[in-house]
């Protein structure tokens, strides 16, 4: 991290911030980072400067990501602006600088707003689509409660990580004595240190399920629709459990989920965490990335892993010492329908929005299994290279037709030079698809595919003419 020698920053409440989640006193701080208690008190109350030495001394004692720590709570603060877009604040102003104010200095309270918005948003929604006269319920309790506890940690579970390399070394270890590869060392581990069989069954027995654990018999049963990435993955899925279910259990328990349906399904999201980790360790899947530039096909051929399985995993590459390029990710059906967000910092949808049809995620239905690329600009004038393609869902009933999801992936701008899928483009002069969020919170105008007007912007409706859009209307 650069920080130049007149630069003052004052990061009082964000170094308050990580010394009470460190469960340290000022005392215990001040000695650990070799200054006096008051020294450290004038800084956490934005009386003195950090220096950049202090700085440095921060990341060395306690492996803190400073341009993370400098960077604040940009994406928080883009929250905190849509949440103050809604009609019920009209009349009432939020500048940017007085949301990142209360971010730095009260973030407990800002973090009550958005919990306590989105819990009015939701009882709000539920009223209108009990008249008639609303969306859609929103996807809320246990899935939404996961969601956000996912993204606060930035995608990103070191000890995890940690556990998946140790076990994928020791499956590596024992593969080339047999001459083979993952899924039969996994079997042998699972058959020799558990007592666990597995065995592939037709459709019709397993009916709904594609992989299911009988403790009694001691079988992992999986159903034959898996393909060999899918089946490689319900086997490091389940060695995930039975090696690490304690780890796992303490992990969710930590997290302080509601009730037992969201520690439930936490649970499952972690051990899809490990068993992504299982599959494609951080330390080699980090380097293969960097070495294809992060071309999802060599990733998929080099770890045995499906399009999605990579994807997702090219999220969680936040490791200080190993940072991958930050990718966001959004997984969306024909329907529009999101059931995956997942990003490691800065985001350009929020929880409110992200179904803009400018962006050709949505687009990436007419050329199934073709990557798809566009580089666009958000309503706050940020840019975006991103690339998407279509994927088929697991465990396909009759009713489905194949390539019904979209992956669709992210990073800054600025990232993108580092990308096989950016290459033959000029990313000095790019040209960009002015995008945004949700219709009904969007002010883009005119545009053709709007399909709602703003919800805080009255009609301008005119029978003497004719937008290109279909709701035009008044701007403030």
């Known amino acids: 991290m650069d920080v130049a020698a007149d630069r003052k920053l ?70 905190l602006g849509e949440v103050f877009s809604d009609p019920v604040f009209k009349g009432l102003t939020a500048p940017r600088h007085e949301l990142l104010h209360l971010l730095d200095e009260a973030p407990g309270v800002a973090d009550a707003l958005l919990r306590l918005y989105r819990a009015f948003d939701d009882q709000r929604t539920r009223a209108r689509a009990a008249v008639g006269a609303g969306e859609a319920l929103t996807d809320d309790s246990p899935a939404e409660w996961v969601r956000e506890y996912v993204q606060s940690r930035g995608n990103h579970f070191p000890e995890l990580d940690t556990m998946g390399e140790a076990l994928a070394e020791a499956l590596a270890a024992d593969a080339p004595a047999h001459g083979d590869g993952f899924e039969p060392a996994a079997r042998r581990r699972l058959a020799a240190k558990h007592d666990l069989a597995v065995r592939t069954l037709p459709a019709e027995v397993m009916v709904e399920w594609t992989r299911r654990f009988d403790p009694h018999r001691r079988r992992l049963l999986l159903s034959e629709t898996l393909t060999p990435p899918s089946r490689a993955f319900a086997l ?91 990718f966001f990710l959004m997984r969306v059906d024909q329907a529009g329908n999101i059931s995956k967000r997942y990003a490691p910092g800065a985001f350009p949808f929020s929880r409110f929005g992200g179904a803009c049809p400018r962006w050709r995620l949505h687009s990436a239905f007419r050329t199934p299994g073709r990557i798809v690329t566009q580089i666009i600009e958000t309503p706050d004038g940020s840019r975006w290279f991103t690339f998407a393609r279509t994927v088929e869902r697991q465990g396909q009933d009759g009713f489905s037709e194949g390539h019904d999801l979209a992956i669709g992936l992210g990073c800054e701008l600025r990232h993108a030079h580092r990308l096989a899928y950016a290459r033959g483009l000029d990313l000095d002069r790019p040209e960009a698809t002015p995008i945004g969020a949700a219709c009904r919170l969007c002010h883009r105008h005119p545009c053709a595919e709007r399909a709602a007007a703003p919800i805080d912007r009255p009609l301008a409706v005119d029978d003497w003419a004719k937008s290109v859009s279909p709701y035009p209307f008044v701007d403030a």
Do not use: C, W
Request: charged share 20%; proline share 4%; hydrophobic share 45%.
């Open 10 to 79: 004052f990061l009082g409440a964000r170094l308050k911030r990580l010394r009470r989640d460190l469960g340290l006193t000022q005392t215990a701080m001040a000695a650990d980072l070799a200054v006096s208690p008051s020294y450290l008190n004038h800084i956490e109350r934005n009386q003195r400067p950090v220096s950049a030495q202090l700085l440095l001394r921060l990341a060395e004692t306690y492996d803190v990501d400073l341009r993370q720590l400098n960077q604040g709570g940009e994406a928080d603060a883009a929250k």
């Open 236 to 326: 490091a899925y389940q060695l995930a459990l039975v090696e690490h279910g304690a780890a796992l259990n303490g992990l969710v328990e930590t997290a302080g989920a509601p009730d037992g349906p969201t520690r439930s399904l936490l649970k499952v999201a972690l051990t899809n965490t490990l068993a992504g980790a299982i599959l494609m360790p951080y330390g080699a899947f980090q380097q293969a990335a960097e070495a294809s530039a992060y071309d999802l096909a060599r990733l998929q051929a080099r770890f045995g892993v499906s399009y999605e399985q990579a994807a997702h995993r090219l999220t969680t590459l936040s490791r200080p010492s190993a940072r991958g390029v930050p």
